[in-house]
């Protein structure tokens, strides 16, 4: 939608936060209140349309709002409605922030927190997880971002919640470039990702083995495989083709992953490269190596 393009460029934003319980909805909040946005959490949906029309006609603040199954006559189709009439009314931008996470990340939090599911009170958190995936997938599909925590710290939600939501006045496009190891998921905030288990493997050398690819010995062994320069040219080209016409349609952040098998030598060592590039080609880029402090003794 193209009011929906550049919102940074907006005196008033207003975004709808919801998302599975458990997902990292609060955490969410809470990072858009430290960000200096006005936090508003379970209104009655009754009163939905009201709160953005009058922060809108004050003209003065950025609304985030929490709804989700907690909240006073919720429903998915109601929620949806209420965009949608706000975005008619040709209010500044409304968005739909969608925290997600896998059914068995969901459980193990339920479990290690003692904590009940609002559906399933008296019944297995499973149960109460599947029926909120069906409650929900309304506002999954029409959701304007959606944020997958389950293999995301705390830390590293707030950097993207940063990169997407920061109020601060910028026409640059913030770049993460990061390594990942897919042993252990593949990163879903990812906007471009490649994987690099084609390349030969430091993993199988015995003097390597104990380094990372951010020494010397393994980027040199790395960069003797047949097929590197030319993979190395090919990601050039087609990041430079693709960075400029990003910052061109208003996208204010990009994450760019590289994973192997164990996040450990190869993943590493194309992603200090490519941050290199990224910010030699003057953009402002984030090192990210999600998963090297765990992967002592891994296959890479």
Not at 103 to 110: C, D, I, S, T
Not at 214 to 231: G, L, N, R, T, Y
């Amino acid at each position: 939608m193209s009011n929906m393009e550049n919102p940074r460029q907006s005196a008033n934003q207003v975004v709808i936060v919801s998302g599975m319980s458990g997902a990292g909805k609060s955490t969410a909040l809470r990072q858009f209140e430290d960000m200096g946005w006005e936090v508003a959490d379970n209104i009655p949906l009754t009163l939905l349309v009201q709160m953005v029309r009058d922060v809108g006609a004050a003209g003065t603040a950025n609304l985030a709002i929490g709804i989700d199954l907690r909240t006073r006559g919720f429903s998915s189709e109601q929620v949806l409605s209420s965009i949608e009439e706000l975005r008619n009314e040709g209010h500044d931008p409304v968005r739909l922030l969608f925290m997600d996470c896998d059914e068995a990340v969901l459980q193990r939090r339920f479990t290690e927190t003692r904590r009940r599911h609002p559906l399933a009170k008296d019944r297995p958190v499973g149960d109460g997880i599947r029926q909120e995936v069906q409650r929900l997938e309304g506002l999954k599909s029409a959701a304007d971002l959606r944020i997958d925590s389950s293999n995301l710290s705390q830390p590293e939600l707030k950097r993207i919640l940063t990169g997407h939501f920061s109020l601060q006045r910028s026409s640059r496009l913030a770049v993460t470039v990061m390594s990942f190891s897919y042993v252990n998921g593949i990163p879903r905030e990812s906007d471009l990702m490649f994987d690099v288990r084609f390349l030969q493997n430091p993993f199988y050398e015995s003097n390597l083995r104990p380094l990372t690819g951010q020494d010397e010995a393994v980027v040199e062994f790395i960069a003797q495989d047949p097929v590197f320069d030319d993979f190395m040219e090919q990601i050039e080209k087609l990041l430079m083709l693709l960075l400029p016409r990003y910052v061109e349609e208003g996208k204010s952040y990009l994450t760019i992953s590289f994973g192997c098998t164990g996040g450990r030598h190869r993943s590493v060592c194309i992603t200090e490269k490519i941050h290199d590039l990224v910010v030699k080609s003057g953009y402002f880029a984030n090192l990210v190596h999600r998963d090297l402090a765990d992967a002592r003794g891994t296959v890479k």
